[in-house]
């Protein structure tokens, strides 16, 4: 059985204080929680206080991105072993953020999935789909294309140590969540893809997270769908009883 995994991605939000206070928080309530595996990815700058904020408590850390190199001239940029050396477990690849605003494509995100398993974090690969694609019914084509272009070249041991999470680019921050329906169907047909580059013992390992506008209200419908293991959280990540409410409602 796959334990669920509730993530919060901060986002670039929070100032040390509330930083620190959002983390308190949080690993104030997490034992309460028993039906899920609880994750925190504060902004760069914050991941140490948070990992003290979070100390003893049974909650993850993990950053928001990284750069594929371990190190070296590259102003600005963050390596996985940095990460690791600060407390971080895993680590947010690709976020549509990132794809859409910064630029990254699959290749970047597949240099930097192979480079965050090879220092022991566990990658969270995003894929999804924008809302014209999803128009033109290009959602399946969309994310099998980014599903085999950011995890190119893993090994099927590397693939069962990733987290993939399916965040659909038009209920990002909009308040639009999928329906448990569209969620399951695109979960379904990444399962399907793990099954068929891998192996069926890989894809019924593999954590698949949904994330785009998840809060208390709907997360326990999107979670109770067959291949969906987890939430992707960013809003609701923000106000420890919201995000502790999702997590509760697993
Ligand atoms: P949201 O963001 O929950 O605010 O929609 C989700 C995400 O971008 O991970």
């Known amino acids: 059985m796959r334990r669920p995994l509730i993530a919060g991605n901060w986002k670039m939000n929070t100032d040390h204080a509330a930083a620190?206070?959002?983390?308190?928080?949080?690993?104030?309530?997490?034992?309460?929680?028993?039906?899920?595996?609880?994750?925190?990815?504060?902004?760069?700058?914050?991941l140490e206080s948070v990992a003290k904020a979070l100390d003893s408590s049974p909650v993850a850390l993990g950053a928001q991105n990284m750069y594929a190199?371990?190190?070296?001239?590259?102003?600005?940029e963050t390596s996985a072993s940095m990460l690791t050396d600060v407390g971080?477990?895993?680590?947010?690849?690709?976020?549509?953020?990132?794809?859409?605003i910064i630029g990254e494509t699959d290749g970047m995100v597949n240099e930097k999935t192979l480079a965050a398993l090879e220092a022991g974090l566990v990658?969270?690969?995003?894929?999804?789909?924008?809302?014209?694609?999803?128009?033109?019914?290009?959602?399946?084509?969309?994310?099998?294309?980014?599903?085999?272009?950011?995890?190119?070249?893993?090994?099927?041991?590397?693939?069962?140590?990733t987290v993939i999470a399916y965040e659909p680019v038009w209920a990002i921050g909009t308040g639009k969540v999928a329906t448990p329906e569209?969620?399951?169907?695109?979960?379904?047909?990444?399962?399907?893809?793990?099954?068929?580059?891998?192996?069926?013992?890989?894809?019924?390992?593999v954590r698949i997270l949904y994330g785009g506008s998840v809060k208390p209200g709907n997360a326990a419908e999107l979670i109770s769908q067959p291949?969906?293991?987890?939430?992707?959280?960013?809003?609701?990540?923000?106000?420890?009883?919201?995000?502790?409410?999702?997590?509760?409602?697993?």
């Open 20 to 46: 620190v206070s959002l983390a308190e928080g949080v690993a104030k309530g997490a034992g309460d929680i028993d039906k899920a595996d609880l994750l925190v990815c504060p902004p760069f700058i914050y």
């Open 69 to 76: 190199q371990p190190n070296g001239a590259f102003t600005g």
């Open 88 to 100: 971080a477990e895993y680590v947010i690849l690709g976020h549509s953020e990132r794809r859409n």
């Open 123 to 161: 990658p969270i690969v995003c894929v999804g789909e924008l809302l014209e694609q999803r128009e033109a019914s290009k959602t399946g084509e969309v994310i099998a294309q980014q599903f085999a272009g950011s995890l190119a070249g893993l090994s099927a041991d590397q693939v069962g140590k």
């Open 182 to 205: 569209q969620a399951e169907e695109v979960h379904a047909d990444l399962r399907r893809l793990l099954a068929e580059s891998y192996n069926g013992e890989i894809a019924e390992k």
């Open 227 to 250: 291949n969906v293991d987890g939430a992707l959280v960013g809003g609701a990540s923000l106000k420890p009883d919201d995000f502790l409410g999702i997590a509760a409602a697993v």
